[in-house]
């Protein structure tokens, strides 16, 4: 079993719709959950973090932890073009303060 | 505040050939991480160091790849000999932990190209 697991896509949204996107990982004691936007050809950049069981709102995108079905998701609303990407699920587990990747779902927004 | 700099930004070497990356991390980053991100694929941890010592080395080939963190500060990682499955990209990260939060930074990264 993988650590982190995504859907690896592509996920096709029209522009203004909502995108979902999941994420599972496997080491239950995880406290850290992020959320990474990879454009092609350019390095992981953070767009969200979440810590603790819920919804974490910024902006048109919302992350969302469970950690009793050991579960992130991240839905961003009002889609645009410009969202198209790589998004990168990434975990600290309980044993360090290193990230854990999955392997990223690509996004397509179409116009 | 500067970025993690990391140089070069390609590399095309033969197999069998031997390569540096050089990584510099944000100033007052304890922790430096090396990941290796294969097309497709998510980063993958190669090296983690803690000031200059080795916290995490797993999933480092050790038979031909090697680290080390000069003086606590900047990195460097060796491909010694090349294989056609080392082309990827190459992320060096640093971060800073307060209070419970991670403040990762990632360099632009290096392409290596193995032919």
């Known amino acids: 079993q993988k650590e982190v697991e995504q859907n690896s896509g592509p996920l096709s949204v029209p522009e203004g719709a909502i995108a979902s996107l999941n994420c599972t990982y496997s080491?239950?004691?995880?406290?850290?959950f992020f959320w990474y936007r990879q454009y092609s050809g350019k390095s992981p950049e953070l767009i969200m973090s979440?810590?603790?069981?819920g919804d974490k709102e910024d902006g048109r995108f919302t992350a969302q932890l469970n950690k009793a079905s050991q579960y992130v998701s991240l839905l961003i609303r009002d889609s645009q073009p410009s969202d198209s990407a790589t998004y990168l699920c990434a975990v600290i587990p309980l044993n360090g303060n290193k990230l854990v990747f999955g392997a990223g779902t690509i996004l397509r927004v179409k116009s | 505040e500067a970025g993690v700099a990391q140089s070069p930004r390609y590399k095309i070497i033969e197999k069998r050939q031997s390569v540096a990356f050089w990584c510099n991390p944000i100033s007052g980053h304890a922790t430096l991480y090396w990941y290796q991100q294969i097309l497709g694929q998510g980063p993958k941890l190669l090296i983690q160091?803690?000031?200059?010592?080795?916290?995490?080395d797993s999933q480092l080939p050790k038979d031909r790849f090697s680290a080390e963190r000069l003086k606590g500060v900047d990195s460097t990682l060796k491909i010694q000999p090349a294989k056609l499955e080392d082309s990827a990209v190459y992320l060096c990260?640093?971060?800073?932990?307060?209070?419970?939060?991670?403040?990762?930074?990632f360099g632009s990264g290096t392409r290596l190209t193995v032919v």
């Open positions: 990260a640093s971060s800073l932990v307060v209070r419970g939060f991670y403040g990762y930074t």
């Open positions: 080491d239950r004691g995880s406290q850290s």
């Open positions: 979440i810590y603790s069981n």
């Open positions: 160091f803690q000031n200059n010592g080795v916290v995490d």
